[in-house]
């Protein structure tokens, strides 16, 4: 049995200039999942999902955008208004000088706001990335980008680690791994520009983490299973899904050694002092964030390309969610549900007694 992938328009490639190198193989870092959650891993296919979708710092970064595109336009008026257009500052009759510093100033506001409002609309209306599906059956790889669906061979792809320095997160770097079509037209030592690829992961554990990712899926695609660690199966979707999975709780916990962490503690998780005080000191961020996680839907893969269930024994070292960890899960969503609620319930009263202070006083 084969998949067609020609029924779906490929997304644009991804483009690898810049801040981008090629895995170097082999890797020296075990094999370890890290981050990334895992809801099916068995002979057929591996449903691995390493770009959580609830960071609360990128609530943060949405919420400054919304402040700076609420107030640059009034900002701008003002400034027009004030500084550039009265007589007394700039004579009777401006200069071109200045009539060119009032048309790049103009301009260079116009292009802030479309660029804030393009990533409003990749961070919230365009559909989150699927999970990504390793079908090792048929030697596919399948996931989406850019809101679209694609599918690749598994033996044209190479490694890939692209990397970035995130504002809104403290200034911090990023590292994400891809996987892309190689060009093996080009000559040797010649660097790719695009190529059609997907994000496998994206985060700020660093180039070791993503070795070992990497390791990891290369293994369940070429070798045998007795090279692999075990892993724990998180189930999909739901309340408790959203809460340790894909946020807040995810971003100071290694997530494949959650569940082990929540039985040790008969379900009760270990929070995180200063993302407490991030989320009361930016409570309108994380209510957004709230939001965001709550309205953006996944990108939907077509039925043809979703693995079949497994005809066989699993091989593999897997450890399937059991129905005491299934209470141990829906004890810690409601314990970290209540800690974010109380954080950004308190934050949000500052915030309105604070502006109500400043606005009108």
Request: hydrophobic share 45%; net charge positive; charged share 20%.
């Amino acid at each position: 049995m084969s998949l067609d992938i020609t029924k779906v328009k490929r997304p644009a490639p991804l483009k690898l200039t810049g801040l981008c190198d090629e895995v170097e193989l082999p890797v020296k870092e075990a094999p370890n999942a890290g981050n990334g959650v895992i809801t099916r891993m068995d002979s057929e296919a591996l449903v691995f999902d390493g770009q959580p979708q609830g960071s609360f710092f990128v609530g943060f970064g949405l919420f400054a955008l919304i402040m700076g595109l609420t107030f640059l336009p009034y900002v701008l008026f003002l400034a027009t208004k004030d500084f550039i257009l009265k007589p007394e500052v700039i004579g009777a009759t401006p200069g071109g000088f200045l009539w060119f510093v009032l048309l790049l100033t103009l301009l260079t506001c116009a292009g802030g706001i479309f660029f804030g409002v393009y990533l409003i609309y990749l961070g919230v209306l365009l559909p989150a990335p699927s999970p990504v599906t390793f079908n090792r059956r048929l030697g596919m790889v399948i996931g989406s980008h850019k809101g679209k669906p694609i599918a690749l061979e598994w033996k044209k792809l190479k490694p890939v680690l692209l990397y970035s320095v995130n504002l809104s997160a403290g200034a911090q770097r990023q590292y994400n791994l891809a996987l892309v079509e190689r060009d093996d037209s080009l000559p040797k030592g010649q660097k790719q520009k695009k190529a059609h690829g997907l994000l496998v992961s994206t985060g700020h554990y660093g180039w070791a983490n993503c070795h070992a990712m990497w390791e990891f899926i290369r293994r369940y695609m070429e070798d045998k299973p007795e090279s692999l660690p075990e892993v724990e199966l998180s189930p999909a979707g739901g309340f408790e899904a959203r809460m340790l999975d894909e946020g807040p709780y995810w971003e100071f916990h290694e997530r494949q050694g959650l569940m082990a962490d929540l039985r040790y503690s008969n379900g009760i998780p270990q929070f995180n002092h200063w993302i407490s005080l991030l989320m009361f000191s930016f409570a309108p961020g994380g209510v957004l964030n709230v939001f965001r996680m709550l309205i953006r839907r996944r990108v939907k893969l077509p039925a043809e390309w979703l693995p079949a269930t497994p005809s066989e024994p699993n091989p593999y070292h897997v450890r399937p969610a059991q129905p005491e960890d299934m209470a141990i899960r829906t004890k810690a969503a409601r314990y970290i549900a209540l800690w974010m609620t109380v954080c950004l319930g308190v934050g949000t009263l500052f915030w309105v007694w604070l502006v109500r202070l400043i606005a009108f006083r």
